[in-house]
């Protein structure tokens, strides 16, 4: 049997950030590049992509990355892995490369990157011991594809995002008839989606969602602002006719919109017959409301910070008013629910009425309990290994896999970056690989580390107190008391008090470290230290808070001649 090894190196026990190894003997198959959007509690980070430590150090055995479809959880953070492993070449259909070469192109690291193949369902690569295929799949975005790599021993199955829906359009449709195949060929280990594993009823089809959408739109006399993931390109397809159905102009206010919306019409992916339809942002306030439909899809693709623009009249084109409906027909992953909250509250509060395609329907492009089951079903694989999803919904998934017939030895729930290798067919774990978060500020890659995020959550929470003292090292003795300053701790009108009792601690604590350590012993970071646990201890004691704490200690030196005003300070 060839040595065959699987592990994830994100999404597993997490939504998003897709992205999963297939080693067979020393070839290595890069199954997506995505990134998750951040946390509440990552202040300050814009997203979140896979470590690729593993990849850079066996850079030379990356036979390549295959993209299943679009969208951000999966293309993500493909800039940034040809940035860090270099030129290795990269497959996926005809719309999903042509967004992958968007989003490289926009990160100078990899901009200049171009080794793209375009792939469909009748495509096979044959690598020696291993055949890469498709086959399409039913998802928000066209040109989906699930992957297959078959070996001599069997084949490893990666459905991507998927669910099952007969009533699709062209495009969008998933062959059964290539899935059976594939199971009678034998699939050795299924990697299936299970975002959406913990649902029971049956999503909606995109018949009922067009019917949803156009009566909630013809049902409103004022302007509609329709809120969407810019990588639905099937929903916003849908948008598109219930305006042009209905008589409203259309107005993309995305920031990543333009070019989407460009690239899905030059390959006719996206289809608005009338150029007339559309009208620039610029031009939204000489349309009379009852004729204008606005496309919200916000910075890549997610919506919900855009919208809190809208409300607090912020947004460079749209500011809501009354009678205005937000409408969105996406449906925010869990991890968003405070954020829906509080835009929703904002957005009553700015004069607007909001509503959810989610509310009387069960919309998803994620397969549920019975379409897991179905999968499994078509493809009987050997063994399954539930991603993309939370550890809730891989144990869900689990679980459903066991109700059809699989025996949990065939089950295994991964942990990020842990491999798992198959010995004579059968499951199990072989260590691991580094595989934490890493995060991207601005233009900072991995930069951002715990330590950082947990000074910014004191900061959010508790501010900073700051304290400022002169010392000299050669007299041994402070030159200028301590000087005070907060930012989000107290008021300091009303709290001159402990203002002062502040610095007085300052200064004796300052005073008792140069007599205890004289000019010999005397070190920078205990100073600073000692300090900072005083006035720690002193601060939480009298509020019952935990500032930041910084001490800034000043040197003064002895002038180095004899002229007037030549004083130098050294800040330590």
């Known amino acids: ?47 979140v992509i896979p470590e690729m430590t593993y990849l850079v150090e066996n850079a030379e055995r990356i036979a390549g990355v295959f993209l299943t479809h679009g969208h951000a959880d999966s293309i993500g953070a493909l800039p940034y892995l040809i940035a860090e492993v270099g030129d290795v070449p990269v497959f996926g259909s005809e719309l999903t490369v042509e967004l992958a070469k968007l989003n490289t192109r926009a990160y100078e690291d990899s901009k200049k990157f171009d080794d793209f193949h375009v792939v469909d369902e009748k495509t096979e690569i044959d690598f020696g011991q291993v055949v ?5 799949t039913t998802h928000t975005i066209p040109e989906s594809l699930g ?38 060929q034998g699939v050795l280990a299924l990697l299936a989606a299970s975002a959406n594993a913990l649902a029971t009823e049956q999503s909606a089809s995109e018949s009922q969602i067009y019917e949803k959408i156009y009566d909630t739109v013809d049902d409103w006399e004022g302007r509609v602002i329709a809120a969407s993931n810019s990588g639905n390109i099937g929903r916003i397809q849908q948008l598109v006719d219930v305006a042009e159905a209905l008589g409203r102009r259309v107005a ?13 019409q030059r390959l006719k992916k996206l289809h608005i017959a009338d150029k007339h339809l559309l009208v620039s942002p610029k031009e939204i306030d000489k349309i009379p409301d009852q004729e204008l439909l606005i496309i919200e899809t916000g910075r890549m693709g997610e919506p919900l910070e855009a919208l809190m623009k809208m409300a607090s009249r912020h947004h460079h084109h749209v500011k809501i008013k009354d009678g205005d409906l937000v409408f969105s027909v996406t449906s925010p992953s869990v991890a968003f629910e405070t954020k829906v909250a509080r835009t929703t509250d904002a957005i009553y509060r700015a004069g607007g009425v909001m509503k959810t395609l989610g509310k009387d329907l069960r919309v998803s492009g994620h397969a549920n309990g019975r379409d897991l089951q179905f999968m499994l079903d078509i493809l009987r694989p050997k063994n399954l290994i539930p991603v993309q999803g939370e550890y809730r919904e891989l144990k869900a998934h689990a679980d459903l896999a066991m109700e059809v ?61 700051i ?18 300053h907060t930012k989000g701790f107290v008021f300091i009108k009303s709290s001159r008090n402990l203002i002062n009792e502040a610095s007085e601690l300052v200064n004796t604590t300052t005073a008792a470290y140069l007599e205890k350590t004289g000019p010999k012993d005397f070190d920078w970071a205990d100073i600073k230290g000692e300090i900072r646990d005083a006035l720690g201890k002193f601060l939480y004691d009298q509020t019952k808070r935990k500032p930041a704490v910084l001490p800034i200690v000043m040197e003064a030196r002895a002038p180095q001649n004899t002229s007037a005003g030549n004083h130098r300070t050294k800040k330590n």
């Open 405 to 465: 017939g699989m025996l949990p030895e065939h089950i295994f729930i991964a942990k990020r970056g842990e491999m798992v290798s198959f010995k004579d067919g059968d499951l199990q774990p072989n260590g691991t690989i580094p595989a934490d978060n890493v995060m991207i500020d601005g233009s900072g890659v991995g930069d951002i580390g715990s330590v950082v995020l947990r000074d910014r959550k004191v900061l959010s929470e508790d501010g900073i107190f």
């Open 132 to 136: 890469i295929s498709f086959f399409p």
């Open 252 to 264: 993309f206010t995305g920031e990543d919109m333009e070019q989407i919306v460009e690239t899905a």
């Open 467 to 484: 304290a400022v003292i002169t010392i000299s090292r050669q007299k041994n003795k402070i030159v200028a008391k301590a000087r005070v």
């Open 1 to 47: 049997m060839a040595k065959i090894q699987v592990a994830a190196l994100g999404g597993v026990r997490e939504f998003g950030k897709n992205m999963y190894l297939v080693e067979i003997d020393e070839t290595i198959f890069v199954l997506d590049a995505g990134l998750k959007y951040p946390e509440n509690s990552m202040l300050g980070v814009d997203f």
């Open 147 to 184: 992957i297959v790599l078959t070996t001599k021993d069997g084949s490893i199955v990666y459905t991507g995002d998927f669910r099952f829906d007969p009533a699709v359009e062209k495009g969008y449709k998933t062959d059964m008839s290539r899935l059976a195949e594939i199971g009678r």
